[in-house]
């Protein structure tokens, strides 16, 4: 039986990475008393991050983690309250927006949607069966320390992929750095790192087809096909690191907010925040597959913020 809270909160955020904490900071200070709801992964993509080198005001770079905590406790001091819970739908078509979990039904006047992304898996055999302990996994920082002095695969070609595999030099004896395109797309500083690191094998023009499990049910070898001629081969190695981006965490919403085909928020037309129905805006990874940056994210939570702020004073 789903519980409903009895108060109306002023304004719900959805959402504790950077876009969600930074609306929350916002909206704190303007007395609004915000209800940060949290999802799956409090804190939200940087606390599995390593180390953040371009969040503007941190010379010697950030631990992703630490920012996060800082941020947190930053919200808190404004009497932010956070809930652990997952929103599986809602209901935005009164004046009162209506929030869903599997045991609690939560009422907002204004909503502020921070949800994210998560990583994408590639969808071939092997993958799902052996994700989590069982070598497959999306997280070198939460997950590097266990393949001390085994060799991986990281797979992708972006700044993501790039900074795993870095990560991983400091455990793996060897790092495969697999991408289907010659060229990766990280930025030049990340991608110089990792193709001239020792411990880091480019593995280019090429695709895993399957992850290939031993007798226990471990990853023993990745099956790879070459883009370029087709040929095929096998990588032996003990885990895999997918880091081929992320799909927005827009599920909830589908039917209520402008999503386009990918998910993502589709914002209205002159705002980078503003969605199809007033009162509700959207903020971070969620709403951008352009820029995707911590720093963006958290302009983005404090343009939503301040959105709210002035359309709950308009009421
Ligand atoms: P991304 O930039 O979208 O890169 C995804 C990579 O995965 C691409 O190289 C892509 O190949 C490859 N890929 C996608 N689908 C694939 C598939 N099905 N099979 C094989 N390969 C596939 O994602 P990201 O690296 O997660 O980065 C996301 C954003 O966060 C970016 O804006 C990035 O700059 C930012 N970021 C920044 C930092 C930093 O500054 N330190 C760190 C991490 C992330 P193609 O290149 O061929 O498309």
Redo the contacts with the bound molecule.
Sequence with gaps: MSETESIIHDVIILGSGCAGLTAAIYTGRANLKPLVIEGTQPGGQLTT?S????FPGFPDGVDGFMLMDGLRKQATRFETTFASDLIESVDLSGSVKVLKSSTKTYQTKSLIVATGAS??L??IPGEKEMFGGKGVTTCATCDGAFYRDMDVAV?????????EALFLTRFCSKVYL????D?????KI?ADRAVNHEKIEMVWNT??TSIEGDETGNVKSIKTRNTQDNSEGEIPLKGVFI????VPNSKAFEGSLNLDDQGYFIPESGSQVRTNIPGVYVAG?CADH?????ITAAGMGCQAAIEAERWLAEQ
């Design positions: 991050t180390e953040v080198e371009n990583p994408r590639i969808g797979i992708g070609g972006g700044d993501s992929a790039c900074e697999v991408h289907r395109r060229e990766l797309r990280a930025s990340m695709v895993p880091a081929i981006g992320h990874d352009f820029y995707r940056q911590a």
